[in-house]
């Protein structure tokens, strides 16, 4: 019998559609997928079964009864336990009260129950026994954890609440190998006894090992739910990327060497700081230099060190010919240096104000302006935002308005105005929609073709391999290996970014 | 895998830092025993029982009000009513004990309509700011206008007396040992038992991050609600005091004590974003705040500078206080 | 119909729907309430408020939970040391002037240093600098002796200027076109809504977000010793803490005029409006023949009444 079922759920935030239709039918012992790329309601969807977010429409079964989840401590009610891709801890709190949080053991009706709580947090740990590194213990405080570790003690805490029905949404994505076996072999336990399990996470590897069927969503929608064992990767990515999904990939193969602009545009010599160390490479003028690697190998740390926002504890950098060592993002700025961060509303969006505002803020600091006149502006931000084909009603109304993709535009715009010598991509098309990523890539390259210097580092392979000169692939905080001209394959770059993992 | 490697500092291992973590009022309470130091050697005679016992008792009710404030800066609200609460309930069980005649009885019937009328505040308080989701400091301002104006309609001018079994009492000693004494025992004891309660993690887990405690399903609103019942009841309870020392009711005595119950929150080390701090940080904190009024006393300070030098001093030890606070958190 | 309802929702069209109600509810309470020269009165009030309000508003809107409760310990010491300085004569104006601006500026750059340096909370910086204001306060009152406004001072605030209106009310008017202008046709203004909004993603963008924020605590240094040096002139001479009553009143005019207490979002035509509505609230309280408790209650409970139309929090479930 199907554990929960929902039926056409939908949820819209003021304008944007996060998700249309959302279907999916999960049935006692089984390990069910939700793939989906970044953005398609993925997230959304587990939040709505969850109760932290309230759904506009559709319909939810649990144990084939229509229920209304009012909220968290409904869900639970209903036995649903989650786990929040963005985590649900408190930093300040030690690990075992964290676990228990959802549900503190009392005695005497008021007071916690200490020891209680030490032997249900020591059960869940014991779990993950000889995989939770350095420093875990059940008194230490959550904020002094790694991140693994944090995301270890999400995992214990969603475990603990001993749900039928649980929900695991991106649990590995920091996890190293041998806590994914664990965790792993935890979850096929779980599947044993009959609970209903959600699973989320993009590394294919993984969703083979541990699900039995999958449901794809693509653009808030349900397309379809697949038998594992019936399907092959190919398929599953064609249907998650639809039918747009042969465009940005297949484009003719960029030239592997430049042709002679004239000079490097950015050095970098045995640089080390916080997240990497000798890290050397040069970016010639129109060149892009593809930065590869699993996630958080030292590429954004490098980039950020470069634009002043980051830690640098020995090395050299030039621009140019002359020495470079930004202070901070605005000396880096005005040298010359421009910075793209993926992680728009974090870096890069000035929330709640026009789209003007969020182009202006580069010109203001490279032309020292003093008055801000809307009109002269106006002159200036147009071409920029028409450059990348940006849409918008109007230069006054608020960013927020734009969808993801157009508020990245408008973010890259904002180096368009005063050029920049050297463009640091920190992947940029994280969560943006395919026909923006063209727009994106189609301006890189131009600008390349201009003479900017250009670093581009991106999750997606794809894009790497479409678009960059040559390839330095990361592992664990250093350049591992470079991939130039034929070598430039899918499969060489998946080897090395797992060399040594 | 990598991440050991690439991003490998992120356990502090200072043997300080683990004490600052363990027990954050630490700075307060090498502050407070500096103080007392201090106050020694310019004055020999303020180390004395009876010096600490006035000391105490004057200041035992800014103790209780920072203890009060305490437990609302643990879920990241603020109460700027705390004060005007201690003034209501302060003339209320004047007035009331007054009117029934100052015997045991009535002070005992009166004492617990005071307690009532701190958790009606603390709940009216509480409603506003969770429930109705206005801003704590601008709501809780309006609340504490309210309430100075309940206080001056119970008694429109300061001066009515307490009954002098009540401030004797206050005053007094019992089996040779200085009233105050006593409270302040029941006060530790209380607090510690307090610290045992899932309420007070729960309100550390609301203070921590809101959005991550509500989605882990702990109940936001009434917690917080409760933490404003909370500084209700340690407000009146503050008001005991406060009628113990004066030994009369005045309906604007609380006004100044808010701020500086704040104060003392932030000197014991609490951050007022809510999440971390301890109530014995507070009541250090006051207590400091009654030190250095007493060190810059007795330094021989010159009358007209003494509000100056004091103000300078709190100001660097608040500022102190959120240094290592930061320290110890970081 | 959506832009109706969203138009009215609006805080500054709230306010001002509010104000003219309370003028007819005062009217109708007691007669004269709403006539010229009473509503002229109210501005002075008002104005005096909403200079204060200024600076509260700017440190708001810089975000981080920006606040500032040292504004009325700055008033009270810049009305005396205006009052020293100038001592009745009109030749002292200006020196006071600049006296009581440089003051400001100072102790608003003294809190700019300790939020923005040390990284102490705006609230806890503020009030530590506002008990040493007071300690100030109490050296000055004790050596020297209040002073007196300087007659062209007084007339200024209190008599007709141009068209019949006070100059303070010129002045008040003045402020508020300039901050609308720097708010939303500067650099510096468009600088402060990005770090209120969004302070990692300016600084990513090259604001000099410390000096910003100096800058900001300097700003309403600045406004509130204006507002003292206006009130000696409103009052003829000094009384101790006289700006105290500014401290509080200057946060909820911000907010009843729509800035968010979050920063990033609100402006300062909102706040003229809001003061102006506080003032006459207070106004209309008065001239309502109750107790002072009553007064106080009816004050109290309003608004709390009035802050339900304002920026509530967001709900946690989205």
Redesign the interface.
Same mark, same amino acid.
Do not use: C, H
């Given at each position: 019998m199907s554990k929960l079922k929902l039926s056409g759920v939908s949820k819209a935030y003021g304008a944007t559609l996060a998700l249309r239709r959302g279907d999916l039918e999960l049935m006692a012992g089984e390990v069910h997928v939700l793939m989906g790329s970044n953005g398609s309601g993925k997230s959304t969807l587990c939040k709505i079964i969850?109760g932290?977010v309230r759904p506009d429409g559709g319909k939810i079964l649990v144990d084939d009864q229509p229920v209304t989840i009012s909220?968290?401590?409904s869900?639970?009610a209903h036995g649903i336990g989650?786990f929040?891709q963005e985590?649900?801890?408190?930093?300040?709190?030690s690990v075992e009260?964290n676990i228990s949080?959802?549900?503190?053991p009392?005695k005497s009706r008021?007071?916690?129950d200490?020891s209680e709580l030490r032997q249900r947090a020591a059960r869940y740990i014991g779990l993950f026994d000889g995989v939770c590194?350095e420093?875990f213990s059940a008194d230490t405080?959550v904020?002094?954890?790694?991140?693994?570790q944090r995301q270890l003690v999400e995992i214990m805490?969603a475990l603990a609440s001993e749900a039928p029905l649980l929900i695991f949404d991106e649990p590995t994505s920091?996890l190293?190998?041998a806590q994914v076996e664990r965790f792993f072999e935890i979850l096929r336990d779980l599947k044993r006894r009959g609970r209903g399990i959600i699973f989320i996470s993009h590394r294919m590897d993984e969703i083979k090992a541990i699900g039995d069927r999958v449901t794809i969503i693509r653009d808030g929608e349900t397309i379809t739910t697949l038998n594992l064992d019936d399907t092959d990767p190919a398929a599953v990515i064609r249907l998650m990327v639809g039918g747009a999904g042969d465009m940005p990939a297949s484009q003719s193969s960029v030239p592997a060497v430049v042709e002679g602009k004239g000079g490097a545009a950015l050095t970098v010599r045995d640089l080390s700081g916080?997240?990497?160390r000798n890290v050397s490479f040069e970016v010639g003028r129109g060149e892009i230099l593809g930065f590869g690697g699993?996630h958080?190998?030292?590429q954004s740390?490098v980039l950020r060190a470069i634009f002043g926002a980051g830690s640098i504890a020995s090395g050299e950098i030039l621009i140019g010919d002359s020495r470079f060592d930004a202070a901070n993002p605005r000396d880096a700025i005005r040298r010359g240096c421009a910075y793209v961060s993926g992680d728009r509303s974090r870096d890069g969006v000035i929330s709640g104000r026009p789209i003007i505002e969020n182009v202006t803020p580069i010109h203001y600091l490279r032309d020292r302006l003093l008055i801000a006149r809307p009109g002269k502006l106006r002159d200036r931000v147009a071409p920029a935002l028409e450059s990348m084909h940006t849409k918008f009603a109007s230069l006054f109304h608020p960013i927020g308005s734009l969808s993801g993709g157009n508020q990245q535009k408008v973010i890259i715009a904002r180096w368009l105005i005063d050029r920049p010598d050297v463009l640091l991509l920190d992947d940029p098309t994280k969560g943006i929609d395919l026909s923006a990523k063209a727009d994106l890539f189609a301006l890189i390259r131009q600008l390349a073709a201009e003479g900017l210097g250009i670093v581009l580092y991106s999750s997606e392979d794809a894009e790497l391999l479409g678009n960059a000169n040559r390839i330095l692939v990361f592992?664990?905080?250093s350049v591992s290996r470079e991939l130039t001209g034929a070598d430039r394959t899918r499969y060489n770059l998946y080897q090395a970014a797992y060399e040594?993992? | 895998?990598?991440?050991?490697?690439?991003?490998p500092t992120?356990?502090?291992t200072g043997g300080i830092g683990r004490l600052l973590?363990r027990y954050p009022f630490l700075p307060a309470l090498v502050i407070v025993a500096a103080l007392l130091l201090l106050n020694g050697f310019f004055s020999p005679n303020s180390l004395t029982l009876r010096a600490l016992t006035g000391l105490l008792s004057t200041y035992m009710a800014l103790i209780l009000l920072a203890i009060a404030q305490t437990y609302v800066v643990y879920a990241g609200d603020?109460d700027?009513s705390a004060g005007a609460i201690l003034s209501l309930v302060n003339v209320a069980i004047v007035v009331l004990m007054e009117r029934w005649g100052g015997g045991a009885g009535a002070v005992f019937l009166a004492l617990a309509i005071g307690l009532l009328l701190g958790l009606a505040c603390g709940l009216v308080n509480g409603l506003?700011v969770a429930a109705?989701?206005?801003?704590a400091?601008?709501?809780t301002?309006?609340?504490?206008?309210?309430?100075?104006?309940?206080?001056?309609?119970v008694l429109?001018v300061a001066g009515t007396p307490a009954p002098a079994l009540f401030w004797r009492t206050y005053g007094g000693r019992l089996f040779g040992v200085p009233f105050v004494f006593y409270i302040l025992a029941a006060l530790v004891i209380l607090v510690a038992v307090m610290s045992?309660?899932?309420?007070v993690?729960?309100l550390?887990?609301v203070g921590?991050?809101?959005?991550?405690?509500?989605?882990?399903?702990?109940?936001?609103i009434t917690t917080r609600i409760k933490g404003y019942v909370l500084c209700g009841l340690f407000s009146a309870l503050a008001a005991f005091c406060i009628t113990g020392d004066t030994a009369s009711g005045d309906p604007l005595v609380g006004g100044k004590m808010t701020?500086y119950s704040?104060?003392a929150v932030?000197l014991g080390g609490s951050a007022?974003?809510g999440?971390?701090g301890t109530v014995v940080g507070s009541l250090l904190g006051a207590l400091t705040i009654g030190l250095i009024n007493s060190v810059v006393f007795f330094m021989g300070t010159p009358?007209?500078?003494?509000?100056?030098?004091?103000?300078?001093a709190?100001?660097l030890v608040?500022?102190a206080g959120?240094?290592a606070g930061?320290r110890a958190?970081s | 119909m959506s832009r109706v309802v969203s138009f009215v929702r609006q805080p500054i069209v709230v306010a001002l729907v509010l104000i003219v109600l309370l003028l007819y509810l005062g009217e109708a309470l007691s007669p004269g309430f709403a006539t010229g020269g009473q509503i002229l009165r109210l501005l002075i009030v008002a104005s005096l408020l909403g200079i204060v309000a200024a600076g509260q508003n700017v440190v708001i809107l810089g975000g981080r939970?920006g606040?500032d409760?040292s504004v009325g310990g700055v008033v009270s010491l810049s009305a005396i040391i205006a009052g020293n300085v100038m001592n009745g004569a009109d030749g002292g104006i200006l020196p006071a002037v600049a006296a009581c601006l440089a003051a400001g500026a100072f102790f608003g750059l003294l809190n700019g240093l300790?939020v923005t340096l040390?990284?102490?909370?705006p *609230?806890?910086?503020t009030?530590?600098?506002?008990?040493?204001?007071?300690? $100030?306060l109490?050296?000055i009152r004790?050596?020297i002796p209040s002073g007196q406004a300087a007659p062209a001072l007084s007339r200024f605030v209190t008599q007709p200027l141009a068209y019949g209106i006070p100059g303070i009310i010129w002045l008040w008017i003045v402020i508020g076109i300039l901050l609308a202008l720097m708010l939303n046709r500067t650099v510096f203004g468009h600088r402060i809504y990005a770090i209120g909004s969004n302070e990692h993603a300016a600084y990513m963008a090259g604001v000099p977000v410390k000096l910003v924020r100096i800058a900001l605590f300097m700003t309403s240094g600045m406004f509130a010793a204006t507002a003292g040096l206006c009130l000696l002139g409103y009052s003829g001479t000094s009384f101790a803490n006289v700006g105290e009553q500014y401290m *509080?009143p200057s946060?909820?005019a911000v907010?009843f005029g729509g800035t968010s $207490?979050a920063g990033g979002k609100g402006g300062y035509t909102g706040t003229m409006a809001g003061a102006v509505l506080l003032v006459i609230l207070q106004s209309i309280l008065t001239t309502i023949n109750i107790?002072?408790?009553?007064?106080?209650?009816?004050?109290?409970?309003t608004?709390?009444l009035l802050?339900?139309f304002y920026?509530?929090?967001?709900?946690?479930?989205a």
């Open positions: 969850a932290s909220g968290p401590r869900a639970r989650i929040y985590l649900s801890l408190a930093a300040r709190r009260e949080l959802g549900k503190l009392v008021v007071f916690i200490r590194g420093g405080l904020g002094n954890l790694r991140p693994d805490k920091a190293d190998r916080r997240g990497f699993l958080g190998q030292g740390a592992n664990g905080g040594a993992a | 895998m990598a991440e050991t490697a690439t991003v992120y356990r502090r973590e603020i700027l506003v109705l989701r206005l801003q400091i601008v709501a301002f309006a609340t504490s206008i309210f309430f100075t104006g309940f206080a001056l309609y429109p045992r309660t899932r309420l993690t729960q550390l887990a921590d991050d809101q959005q991550a405690a509500y989605q882990t399903g702990l109940p936001v701020l704040v104060a932030v007022l974003s999440g971390w009358s007209e500078w003494q509000n100056f030098v004091q103000g300078l709190i100001l608040l500022m959120v240094l930061r958190r | 939970e606040i409760l300790g040390l990284r102490i909370p *609230l806890v910086m009030l530590g600098m506002l008990g040493v204001l007071q300690g $100030l109490v050296v004790m050596g *509080l946060i909820i907010v $207490l107790e002072e408790s009553g007064r106080q209650m009816v004050f109290g409970a608004l709390l802050m339900m920026g509530r929090g967001r709900a946690m479930r």
